[in-house]
């Protein structure tokens, strides 16, 4: 197990969701080989790796859409394979994806029950209880710190990055434990990443373990306890916030020594002096 999370608590901290190991294969094509993480509550874990480095395998895995061919996949010590999304949503894991599954014209307060809406009456008489859905999206947003003007203004007049935190809220909400946010500010300008980093920090305040998928590593540091580097499926490297600086997690997600290869290969070579023309004979 990693080390605890916060405080002085001496005793030994199980993690929600643990990793030792575990690989995929499709095929003769490795997408994860020998990875190995842990999620604790009140904790960012920060998965980081460039395209094809296998974080979208990882989300897969955790998130209950495939399950591992090696090594084991823990929810609170426990071993598992979880056989669906709706048992990883059963058992407190919530994937929020990079293109947030919403619908555009609906009000914010649907999309934030979307599925699992409450009703009044029974039978022939069933409604949606409208009212219970707003105040609860309101009050629920507000418990994150975020105000939005009008719960009832369709989801898609916002902001990539206010789409993002009625996600977030949702999965809190919803009871999740653990919650894996898959580059939730890979579209995003600096401002509004600036928004999301904010209340995934929330997120991890209100006592969530939260997995964050993303190739940014300047955004890792600022919220991140642990980090991932994944290269090909396998891990690079692993660190805890104490053991790397933001220089050294930059240098080992562009490619560390490879990157020094190729400096060397794109510079210059010394240009040769231009010899003068020689003057014509008389």
């Known amino acids: 197990m990693g080390p605890q999370a916060g405080g002085g608590d001496t005793m030994t901290q199980v993690s929600l969701v643990e990793l030792e190991n575990v690989s995929k294969f499709y095929g003769n094509i490795r997408a994860l ?25 990882l989300i897969k895995i955790i998130a209950g859409l495939h399950q591992h061919d090696s090594g084991s996949f823990l929810i ?36 934030f029950f979307l599925g699992s809406e409450p009703t009044l009456g029974k039978g022939p008489f069933k409604r ?9 999206t309101r009050s ?4 994150m710190g975020i105000d939005l003007r009008d719960v009832d203004q369709p989801i898609g007049t916002l902001s990539g990055g206010e789409r993002q935190c009625v996600a977030i809220a949702r999965a809190v909400h919803f009871g999740a434990k653990a919650l894996v946010l898959d580059e939730p500010t890979a579209a995003l300008g600096v401002k509004q990443s600036g928004v999301v980093l904010k209340y995934v920090a929330a997120a991890r305040d209100a006592g969530l373990g939260v997995v964050l998928i993303t190739h940014n590593p300047h955004h890792a540091f600022l919220v991140g306890d642990r980090f991932v580097l994944l290269k090909r499926g396998v891990m690079a490297a692993s660190h805890t916030k104490e053991s790397v600086t933001l220089d050294e997690l930059t240098r080992q997600m562009a490619g560390g020594s490879e990157l020094d290869d190729l ?11 231009i010899p003068k023309n020689p003057g014509r004979a008389d």
């Open 33 to 57: 080989e020998g990875v190995s993480l842990a999620v604790h509550a009140g904790e960012i874990t920060c998965v980081l790796g460039d395209n094809g480095a296998g974080k979208s395998t």
């Open 76 to 111: 609170d010590g426990e071993e598992t394979r979880l056989a669906s999304p709706r048992e990883a949503l059963d058992r407190g894991i919530a994937t929020v994806y990079q293109d947030l599954a919403v619908v555009p014209l609906m009000p914010v307060w649907r999309n």
């Open 128 to 136: 949606l209880d409208v009212q219970k859905m707003r105040e609860t």
């Open 140 to 143: 629920e947003l507000l418990r």
């Open 263 to 273: 400096r060397h290969e794109l510079e210059r070579a010394p240009t040769p002096p």
